[in-house]
Each structure stands twice: as structure tokens, then as C-alpha cells.
């Protein structure tokens, strides 16, 4: 499938769901896909990537943000505290702050370099032992403490159980944003982003309907 197919299908689901055309962004989750296919996006006049790895992201972009300008590059993957510095310089939003000890590094970080990338705290809205993020109980203290360090919050992410209906997850989530007051959702992917879309999604991160399988 191409960029311009899944474009407008976000378009159609901005419509269904009765939402302005463009409030939601498209992130193409570019992550071990070969340079020839990510510079064929990028051609085609797309700027909003997401990536998984800080050290994959330092070899891939530099080169193709001299090339083309206005890209954005998204973290979704884990971040390690060791390089979060590092992920400073790189990314433009990260998507995955989890744990406390992460958030007051990068509040150190910012505080030393005089900027920090956009933050989105990841919500384990499944409650899964092997997966990442913020339980949901614990969410809105997590939310206060990542606001009393000063960084600047703008959204929840998440990746729900894959064997169970996305939906449940993409409610639950917008019901934590908004009673926080966050305006960024983070959630749906290639299989379920129109569905995210229909529950709020302000960004989306489709890959392999964009790039094909990765090789």
C-alpha cells in the first residue's frame, strides 16, 4: 500500500468520526527499513518518522535531514537512561517515557542542554507483565510528576494487548488524557489506526502499510 493510500484513508476516518481533516498525524514508523524505501517517503513529501532505536536513528538521519527539510523524528521505541542523552539531540518527540527514574533524567538533561524533545507517557493499558509503560492506576500521579519537573508533556501513548480488541484501550486511554488535560493520543497502528482514529488518535504510526515488510 502507498503513503498516498494510507493518507487518505486517515482522511476518511477524520471524516466518520467528524473530525477536521488533518488534526491527526501520520507517523511512518521507518525502523529497520532499508534507506532506498525511507528516502522514497521522504521524496514523496513526507517529514514525520518514528524510529525504535537511538542508535539506528543516529546512522539513518543526519544524512537525510541534510537532504530534505522539515523532517521530524519520532521516538517509539524504548528508551534506555544511559542514552537519553543522546535521544536528546536526535528526536524531536519521544513516545515512551515509562518509569520515574527516566523522567528526572530528562528534566536533568533539559536543564543542562536548554531543550527537551516533546514527551508522551507510555500507558501499559493492558497491565501486561512483559510490556512497558505505566500501569494505569498509576498514571495520573506519574502525569503530576512528570508536570512538576517542567518538561513538556503532551500526550499518552499505548500499544494494546495483541490479543484482545483495541478498542477498550483506545477509550480507556483518552479517558486518562482527558482527565489530565493532555491533548496528544498517541495510538492505533497498521492493523488499527482508523479505529484509534475513531477514539481520539492525535498521531498514528503505521509502517509496514506504508513501507512493505521489513527486511
Do not use: Y
Not at 527516566?102 to 536543564?111: G, I
Not at 500521579?141 to 512528570?146: I, R, T, W
Not at 493532555?182 to 492493523?191: D, N, Q, Y
Request: hydrophobic share 45%; with cysteine.
Amino acid at each position: 500500500m502507498s503513503l498516498d493510500a494510507i493518507l487518505a484513508r486517515i482522511g476518511a476516518a477524520e471524516t466518520a468520526a467528524q473530525r477536521p481533516l488533518g488534526s491527526v498525524q501520520l507517523i511512518a514508523v521507518s525502523k529497520e527499513q532499508p534507506d532506498e524505501r525511507v528516502h522514497a517517503v521522504l521524496a514523496a513529501g513526507h517529514r514525520v518518522f518514528g524510529e525504535n532505536k537511538v542508535q539506528e536513528s543516529a546512522r539513518k538521519w543526519p544524512d537525510f535531514r541534510a537532504e530534505f527539510s522539515g523532517v521530524q523524528v519520532h521516538l517509539i521505541g524504548p528508551l534506555q537512561t544511559n542514552k537519553a542523552r543522546q535521544a536528546m539531540g536526535l528526536f524531536d518527540a519521544i513516545h515512551t517515557v515509562d518509569r520515574p527514574k527516566l523522567a528526572q533524567t530528562l528534566a536533568r538533561l533539559a536543564d543542562e542542554l536548554g531543550h527537551c524533545p516533546d514527551l508522551f507517557i507510555q500507558v501499559n493499558t493492558g497491565s501486561e507483565p512483559q510490556k512497558a509503560g505505566i500501569v494505569p492506576d498509576a498514571t495520573d500521579a506519574f502525569v503530576a510528576e512528570v508536570r512538576a519537573l517542567g518538561l513538556p508533556l503532551r500526550g499518552l501513548m499505548c500499544i494494546p494487548p495483541v490479543d484482545e480488541l483495541p478498542n477498550a484501550h483506545f477509550a480507556m486511554l483518552g479517558q486518562m488524557a482527558a482527565r489530565n488535560g493532555l491533548a496528544g493520543l498517541s495510538m492505533g497502528m497498521s492493523g488499527d489506526f482508523e479505529t484509534a482514529i475513531a477514539q481520539g488518535a492525535t498521531h498514528v504510526r503505521v509502517g509496514s502499510a506504508i513501507f512493505g515488510a521489513r527486511v
